[in-house]
């Protein structure tokens, strides 16, 4: 690493930004550093599956060029970042940690990509994840499990383990994940991160390959509730690609973050808390404590739909799955099976390129949606849905924020859960809600248990309200929250 980049596991964009401005170091020092670190380190997490020093090294030198001129080189400029590699990026393979997908290099850049270049962003490389962003701990990528920096005998969540398994390590500032079910805010949380879920249509998913189109996130994971302010604020808006984007004005997040909570009334759902293990109720508690010292007002509230949540979301989610799957055939994208028939060729090429996991979900969401099932499952699922985002609306209409957990346990060990699928599903149970209701919430460190294991909580606000939820999130960090 770089002398003159010293501490780069540590530094916030605001730290890269004023280095580069008063000529302490390069864009390309930066650049170099972070390559040379997060290549150092992989070994050890496989948080990256492949690099992109050529496109890292352009946008410092793009970046160095600015500076030198005089001109303002972005608010990312010379700032590492990993992106999920679900996420296309143009000429850097984008593989879903399928091997299907192992030789697949996108023609064109996702918009959240070029909005991130565009604000001066490096792309260092992409982060495995589970495959097309099936799993709940990134130990179902093709291309062998994420290990946690933070345990390494232990899973950093899924299904983007490894951005938020790059931002913990040090070798990323910040990383885009993806969101579909809580797959931002429980990695954040078994990390010990920040992971943003913006609402849904904040972010064009526009280059992000699908999972369930109505319930996928774009979204940040940083080491600062300002970082990831900065980083949503660069990649949010309408995308004229994505018709699901929305045309909501993209406000000035650090603007609001001025501390002012005191008086702020936070609803905390009872049945969140079922089913917590102790160390980490303890720790949310302590969490809720340190709000009521901020002068918010803490009141309990109840969800109650929420104990269909997990039945209805991987109903949804696997229907939409089988759907959006459907194209990778062999004929349309991936690699090919020889076979003597065609009918043989989908069934090998399927058979062998898909994971367990991927498999299991295509039968499970083919089957609610197939004849004489898609009343009795899918549709049902659909009015259930719109229950829990009545449950929310009715919520917000008394209080300004939501605070609970994230997960009902810290980071678990790996091949824990892998032989129970409902175990793992169950470690969703309090992420997916927000999904299905589409509203913004996020996962912050607030502290770790006696085996050292991080804990996050989670802050959900009504729709498009990112700046309360980033002014609370800000508010709780500042008065030492993060520590516990």
Do not use: W
Request: aromatic share 8%; hydrophobic share 40%.
């Amino acid at each position: 690493m770089s002398a003159r980049v010293a501490g780069l596991a540590t530094l916030t964009i605001d730290q890269i930004r004023t280095g580069l401005r008063a000529r302490q170091f390069s864009a390309v020092e930066v650049a170099q550093s972070a390559l040379e670190f997060a290549q150092a380190e992989n070994p050890k997490t496989n948080a990256y599956l492949h690099f992109s020093p050529e496109r890292a090294l352009a946008a410092a030198e793009r970046a160095d060029r600015k500076v030198a001129a005089g001109e303002d080189p972005g608010t990312l400029a010379g700032v590492p970042v990993a992106v999920k590699d679900v996420i296309v990026t143009r000429g850097l393979r984008t593989t879903c940690g399928s091997r299907l997908l192992e030789r697949y290099i996108p023609p064109y850049d996702a918009t959240a990509v070029v909005r991130l270049e565009q604000a001066g962003a490096m792309i260092i490389g992409k982060a495995n994840c589970d495959e097309f962003a099936m799993g709940s701990s990134t130990e179902n990528s093709a291309f062998g499990p994420v290990k946690n920096p933070v345990a390494l005998d232990r899973v950093p969540g899924g299904s983007s383990g490894g951005s938020a398994a790059a931002v913990a390590q040090g070798t990323a500032v910040v990383a885009l994940g993806s969101d579909t079910g809580g797959s931002i805010r429980q990695p954040a949380s078994f990390c010990g991160v920040v992971g943003v879920t913006p609402t849904y249509g904040r972010v064009s998913r526009y280059g992000l390959v699908a999972f369930a189109s109505s319930l996928d996130h774009i979204g940040p994971f940083s080491r600062t509730v300002r970082d990831s302010a900065l980083v949503l604020h660069s990649i949010a808006g309408r995308d004229e690609c994505d018709s699901t984007s929305a045309f909501a004005p993209v406000p000035d997040y650090l603007a609001e973050l001025d501390g002012r909570v005191a008086g702020l009334k936070i609803g905390v759902p009872r049945e969140y808390f079922e089913g917590l293990t102790s160390e980490s109720g303890d720790l949310i508690h302590k969490g809720i404590d340190v709000l009521k010292k901020l002068g918010c007002q803490v009141r309990d509230i109840s969800l109650p739909a929420t104990k269909y949540a997990v039945a209805c979301y991987y109903i949804i989610a696997t229907a939409e799955a089988s759907s959006n799957l459907a194209r990778y055939d062999g004929v349309r994208y991936t690699t090919r099976a020889a076979s003597d028939t065609l009918s043989d060729m989908y069934r090998s090429t399927r058979g062998e390129g898909f994971g367990a996991e991927c498999k299991r979900r295509i039968m499970l969401g083919t089957y609610v949606l197939s004849h004489g099932y898609y009343d009795a499952y899918y549709l049902k699922a659909q009015r259930v849905r719109a229950l829990i985002a009545q449950d929310f609306k009715n919520a917000f209409a008394e209080v300004d924020a939501i605070v609970a957990p994230v997960s009902p346990f810290p980071a678990f060990k790996l091949g824990e859960k892998l032989d129970d699928p409902l175990e793992m599903y169950l470690s969703d149970i309090y992420t997916i809600t927000g999904d299905l209701a589409g509203i913004p919430c996020m996962s912050v460190p607030c502290g770790k248990t006696a085996a050292g294991l991080p804990v996050g909580m989670q802050i959900l606000t009504r729709h498009f309200d990112e700046t309360g939820m980033f002014r609370l999130a800000d508010a709780f960090e500042k008065a030492g929250g993060f520590t516990g």
